[in-house]
């Protein structure tokens, strides 16, 4: 017996893998395994931020093709539906002030805080039905839906023309954001928005803002209709700003994102990371979109390829003051074929004179037999009719005396 035993070690020993053995290779697997999840976190992390830009992109494209067709934004749709309601995806109808997320579902929001005084911004889900998206391009890198916000006015009818404002176009811009910076000590300051400040020198209102509410997802709404963290989770959080319905939204700047990665003091995720604050609690990891309106060229070109004026106010060129007239010029127009025209009008006044009546096409504009034209007005002629006499020669007609009693004479009025 004892004999069987020591053949049955040596087979062992021979052919098979001893105790540490199968540790070395365990430990070897358990190595390169974790350098894998490592890696495939940070391929997780990198995809999530090129797909939430990649989306948003799509989404800021999708809506400047419907601006160019129809002059102006589409308004948000309602928050927190899903596939099976009719309004899914669509512009929202039912838009009023929302306190939580309890009171948004079913609405989009018109912004109370944080946007100028009289002005509106409504926020909600992207129209994706309305812009010829799928729902899942309305999504962020974490398949949470994106947050649309727009100035209310740019949704009213013809509401992307520019407004004159005194000699200058004004864009109703409503939409604030905020930028977050921070220095190398870690000290934060935010640059805050500067209405209706010139855009060359300071931070301007926005028409539009996309917001992705980042891996956190605080604020974020779920495809399934409720909202995936509550805004407000964190006490500190700036990104709060992107989440409670107002008008005011912050992000954090090339600036703060360079300086906090250079510190070590961030949490990378991808090229959008998160801020910290000096406690270590996180700030602000959303990621903005945003679009002003700059476009002040009043020519485009039709369908036909001719110049429009895009807008409805006057043209005015060569003068010293605001134009009265759709085209109002000051000095001479130099034609070499055709002016065409419904009316010449006298400068300043309503007596007009009709170009129909120029062509001879009113009735009003013939004497009857015998008749000749000696006056328009009003777009009428008068007309007058010679007397046959002997005192003009041949077949001429007399039409009155001058002054000495000589007589006017005419010729027929006919061949």
Known sequence: MSHHCLHSKRFLSQAGFSILDVAVVIG?????????????????????????????????????AYVAITNKYPI??????????????????????????????????????????????????????????????VRDGYGRMLTYAVSADLTATNGADPVLVGSDLVYNHHVCVEYQNIDVAGNFSTVSC?????????????????????????GAWLPSGRQFQACGALADGSQNNNCNFGGRFTQATATTVRVMHDTGNTVNEGRR???????????????????????????????????????????GIGLSTAPDAPLDVGGRILVEEKILAEELCKDGTSTCLETAAIAGQKPEMECSALGMVETVHN?????????????????????????????????????
């Not at 948000?76 to 929302?98: F, M, Q, R, S």
């Not at 006499?389 to 009155?400: I, K, M």
Request: charged fraction near 15%; aromatic fraction near 6%.
């Open 28 to 64: 070897v697997l358990g190595i390169m395994l974790a350098g894998f999840l490592a890696g495939y976190k940070i391929y997780q992390a990198q995809r999530a931020v090129t797909v939430t830009e990649e989306n948003m992109t799509a989404v800021q494209e999708a809506l400047g």
């Open 76 to 137: 948000p749709a309602h928050y927190g539906l899903t596939e099976g309601d009719a309004a899914y995806g669509k512009e929202g109808t039912n838009i009023g002030t929302c306190a939580n997320a309890t009171d948004a579902v079913g609405k989009t929001c018109r912004a109370a805080t944080g946007v100028p005084a009289g002005k509106n911004v409504l926020t909600g889900m992207v129209p994706f039905a309305e812009l010829n998206l799928t729902p899942q391009m």
């Open 194 to 218: 500067a209405v209706n400040a010139d855009p060359l020198l300071n931070n301007p209102p926005r028409a539009i803002a996309l917001v992705s509410h980042g891996k956190d997802g605080i």
């Open 273 to 315: 990371p998160a801020i910290m604050s000096a406690t270590g609690s996180r700030l602000n990891d959303d990621t903005l979109q945003t679009e002003i309106r700059e476009d002040t060229n009043f020519w485009a070109l039709d369908p036909t390829d001719n110049i429009a004026n895009r807008y409805s106010y006057h043209v």
């Open 379 to 415: 777009n009428v002629v008068k007309c007058m009719y010679p007397v046959a006499s002997t005192l003009c020669p041949g077949n001429q007609y007399a039409t009155g005396f001058g002054p000495a009693g000589q007589p006017i004479c005419v010729d027929p009025p006919y061949d």
